[in-house]
């Protein structure tokens, strides 16, 4: 694919809660076997984008474990492959990124030493399956300067956390509010955008010159009148997760046999890194029902509509209901846990009782942990 | 300069006809174990957690499972700028083009390959067994006692001994004499098929016994190093080794792995074993489904009952059905109502809606009762079972087969079916 990959993944939200004090939105855990930037990273792979930078700021260490090597997503390649850009101080800089567009503008050698002419701008912490050649295609047909991926909130929740945006007949983007109080437009955008590449060279360079940092605020809400930007409007899953509500009920929806589908056995794959663990084992006494349940697991208790991550050992009579279960949780015997997200690494000891009595209960319990 | 320590030799080329059907179009070390793991996997993550990075796979028949599965090594770090995994099939040479003729004749056709890593010594590893062991250990007992060969032995039951190679030696550990598979073993120490030798020797011995028909280690190399005077140990290895070169044994030994503890426990963090993982998605039970005293792989997907198996990847047991005591390999397509009970299904067979396999009373095979026995059903690769039919205990099925295939419905105890040609 004639464009180079950008993924946003500064990663910070105060609306994950105790959920990011330990790892950055991108690198939240989804869908048993996944992380956020998988989704991204395998459709930027499946379009055969072949080179992508990594924009990390906040938290990031999980992430990097998570990208250490590239060869999960075919990103190990002499030509291209994956880059992770983490803030530095350098000759003329010494700030934090201040913003998604000042990413961009510290890291702008990589825009500029690359000759692909398009790029893809992507955020991180989305759940979605999207061929980006199909946008180009849009992008080159409507001769457009921005294109921004963009969905009917129909089924979006708490829409005032998103971009909105309004367009004409032609799909040409007449407003765009960046978090507004009263939403009044129901079209939200999806973090996604293809611009040429020379084009945001000047748009960054432009805005950095004027001490403005964002790319949605300052770029796409600023230049929507003198530039081109059109809406790409997609009908398929697409989630944002970077909330503790929409994490848990994106997580449930892999339990809807249409989305398992959708993602697990349609073309095309998504990838993740590889962590060799055992087939999961159910012992006597395992009750398993409409549930998900990654490797490396070892159950022996009753597990009800939940998610259960890898590695994860449940005692005897445990009851697990409408749960999830993060990765490399101990769970001691009688416990139960009703309406929660189990921190990942979490030691939780026999008899216990969690339930989420109003919501979702976020569950952090790092006891001893006694090995067998 | 290109130095290695040690380098493995793993021998993969067996067709391991003792597996019947599931070694029909792939060699021994590629069958599935253990629901995600391939037998091959156990000797090539031993080697990486050893330290030994420089590994060749001598494969000869069926490699076409073993080369995709081994790739460039990915998955046990074997791939490397010097060294690594090499696969080393059998190639036409200028005078003599040969197959691999027996074991060591393998090891002496890829001399070329062990000297470019110049090492002192060569491990010679099997593609067949199921066990987790530390040859850095085994290379320190070498050091330490001089030896110029290591053999691995395992004491065994001595009325089993007569099935192996027996070693007998002195106190010290050194090998004073040895008997291949005697009728009154003096023993009970059998070589596990893993030796260490120093290169020197092993080079000196391969080319002295080249012209050697069927040259094999148990039977000529050994005996040469012997009569020469080289000094010959056995290590002596007390952790758990299976042999899976039967369906019996093959089918116990994956059936050990679903015990409380098992003795060969998969969940240790220290010693893991390494596949190659294609599918990656959490496994999906359903509300009526059940699951008990079994392992099941990624991506599977439970409507039914499954109790005492080992269930592989991407999966599908359909709604109803009853699987028991039985092998479901990678991506098995088990229909709605099916009744399976102490099965081997092979990757990618489909077995109708409302099959039932293995019922009734025992009866001999009647053409392979020495390797279809115990009562199981073996249902080969990508074979189609059609809806509804019932079937018998050791019974084989092999290939598309219809409706017509099975006389009312039925495929007695003891019957084979095999289709050629699909």
Known sequence: MRAIGIILAGGNSHRMKELVSKRAVPAMPIAGSYRSIDFVLSNMSNSHIQKVGVLTQYNAQSLNEHLSSSKWWDFGRKQGGLFVFTPAVTAENNFWYRGTADAIYQNLSFLKSSHEPYVVVASADCIYKLDFNKVLEYHIDKKADITVVCKDADDIKDIDRFGTIKMDENYRITEFEEKPIVAKASTISCGIYIIRRRALIEMVEKSASEDRYDFVRDILIRFKDIKKIYGYKIKTYWRNIASVDDYFSTNMDFLKPEIRNYFFREYPDIYSKVDDLPPAKYNVGAQVRNSLVASGTIINGTVEDSVIFRDTYIGNNCYIKNSIVLNDVYIGDNTHIENCIVESHDTIRANSYHKGETGIKIVVEESDRYLL | ?422
Not at chain 2, 113 to 128: A, C
């Open chain 2, 1 to 422: 300069m290109i130095k290695k320590e040690m380098i493995a030799m793993l021998l993969a080329g067996g067709q391991g006809s003792r597996l019947g059907v599931l070694t029909a179009k792939m060699a021994k070390p590629a069958v599935s174990f253990g629901g995600k793991y391939r037998i091959i996997d156990f000797p090539l993550s031993n080697c990486i957690n050893s330290g030994i990075d420089t590994v060749g796979v001598l494969t000869q028949y069926q490699p076409l499972k073993l080369n995709t599965h081994i790739g460039i090594g990915i998955p046990w770090d074997l791939d490397r700028n010097i060294g690594g995994v090499t696969v080393l099939p059998p190639y036409e040479k200028s005078e003599n083009s040969e197959w691999y003729t027996g074991t060591a004749n393998a090891i002496y056709q890829n001399l070329d390959y062990m000297e470019t890593y110049n090492p002192d010594y060569v491990l010679i590893l099997s593609g067949d067994h199921i066990y987790k062991m530390d040859y850095e250990v085994m290379l320190d007992y070498h050091k330490s006692h001089n030896a110029e060969v290591t053999i691995a032995v395992m004491p065994v039951p001595i009325e089993e001994a007569k099935r192996f190679g027996i070693m007998i030696t002195d106190e010290d550990g050194r090998i004073t004499e040895f008997e291949e598979k005697p009728e009154n073993p003096r023993s009970n120490l059998a070589s596990m098929g893993i030796y260490i030798f120093n290169w020197k020797t092993l080079k000196e011995a391969l080319i002295s016994k080249s012209s050697q028909v069927a040259l094999d280690f148990g039977k000529h190399i050994i005996p040469y190093c012997h009569d020469k005077g080289c000094p010959l140990y056995a290590y002596e290895f007390s952790g758990y080794w299976k042999d899976v070169g039967t369906l019996e044994s093959y089918w116990q030994a994956n059936m050990e792995l679903i015990d409380i503890v098992p003795e060969f426990n998969l969940y240790e963090e220290y010693w893991k074993i390494y596949t190659k993982s294609e599918i990656l998605p959490p496994q999906y039970l359903s509300s009526d489904s059940v699951v008990e005293k079994s392992i099941v792989g990624e991506g599977s997907e439970v409507y039914g009952k499954v109790y005492n198996s080992v269930i592989g990847c991407g999966v599908v047991i359909g709604k109803d059905a009853v699987v028991r005591d039985s092998i479901v390999m990678n991506g098995v397509n088990i229909g709605e109502g099916v009744q399976c009970n102490k099965a081997i299904i092979a990757e990618g067979a489909v077995i109708g809606a409302g099959a039932v396999l293995g019922e009734g009373e025992e009866a001999p095979n009647e053409t392979a009762p020495h390797i279809y026995n115990s009562g199981l059903v073996t249902v080969g690769e990508k074979t189609t079972v059609p809806a509804g039919v019932r079937v018998g205990k050791n019974t084989v099925i092999y290939g598309n087969t219809l409706p017509e295939d099975y006389p009312d419905g039925k495929l007695a105890s003891g019957s084979t079916l095999e289709k050629a040609g699909d």
